[in-house]
């Protein structure tokens, strides 16, 4: 009986262990790194976290940034002065594929200008270093509020049409 004890403390010991696999730490990691970069207005590590192909999709309907040239571009005019944006991860799950060269990911991030988004990508292992080959965020919006959202969208669409039109 005894050595049943043993092992069923050692098993219940050990899983904490076993569910916090080391691919899925390397990618928390990077995704970590790749917001403090942002924060410390750290242009080439923040960048060096994307594929070469990266794209990085905005809030802004219109905001679907290739890293070549425009992420680069934008990022180089936003960090110029030593900061950039603030996020930090306050939930984050990861899966890896079977094949063990690509991960996805959600997370929530927190800003304390801004509030709360979800951002969302993929990875590729690229060697022995995970890059993030596409990254989106978005608004959380409370299911409360969506009909206040749904008619403030559909006011600036109206403005921003009717402004295009006047040019």
Same mark, same amino acid.
């Given at each position: ?5 043993? /092992? ?7 899983? +904490?262990?076993?569910?916090?696999? +080391?691919? #899925? ?9 790749? &917001? $403090? ?5 750290? @242009?080439?590590?923040?960048?060096? &976290?994307? #594929?070469? %192909? $990266?794209?990085?999709?905005? #809030? %802004?309907?219109?905001?679907?940034? +290739? @890293? ?6 934008? /990022?180089?005019?936003?960090?110029? !002065? ?30 304390? %200008?801004?509030? =709360? ?13 995970? @890059?993030?080959? &596409? ?9 409360? !509020? ?7 969208? @559909?006011? #600036?669409?109206?403005?921003?049409? =009717? ?5």
């Amino acid at each position: 009986m005894q050595i049943r004890t043993l /092992v069923l403390f050692l098993v219940v010991v050990s899983l +904490p262990a076993m569910a916090d696999d +080391p691919g #899925t730490a390397a990618i928390g990691r990077v995704i970590d790194d790749f &917001h $403090a970069a942002a924060a410390q207005g750290d @242009k080439s590590r923040y960048l060096s &976290h994307l #594929t070469d %192909d $990266a794209v990085f999709m905005g #809030t %802004d309907e219109w905001e679907r940034w +290739p @890293k070549q040239p425009d992420f680069v571009d934008y /990022v180089g005019s936003r960090f110029k !002065n030593g900061s950039g944006w603030n996020y930090r991860s306050v939930a984050r799950e990861i899966r890896i594929a079977d094949s063990g060269d690509m991960a996805w990911f959600d997370e929530v991030i927190f800003s304390e %200008d801004s509030g =709360r988004f979800r951002g969302t990508g993929v990875l590729v292992l690229q060697g022995d270093t995970w @890059k993030i080959a &596409h990254y989106a965020m978005s608004f959380l919006v409370f299911n409360e !509020n969506w009909q206040d959202v749904i008619e403030l969208s @559909k006011e #600036t669409r109206a403005m921003k049409e =009717r402004s295009s039109q006047e040019k």
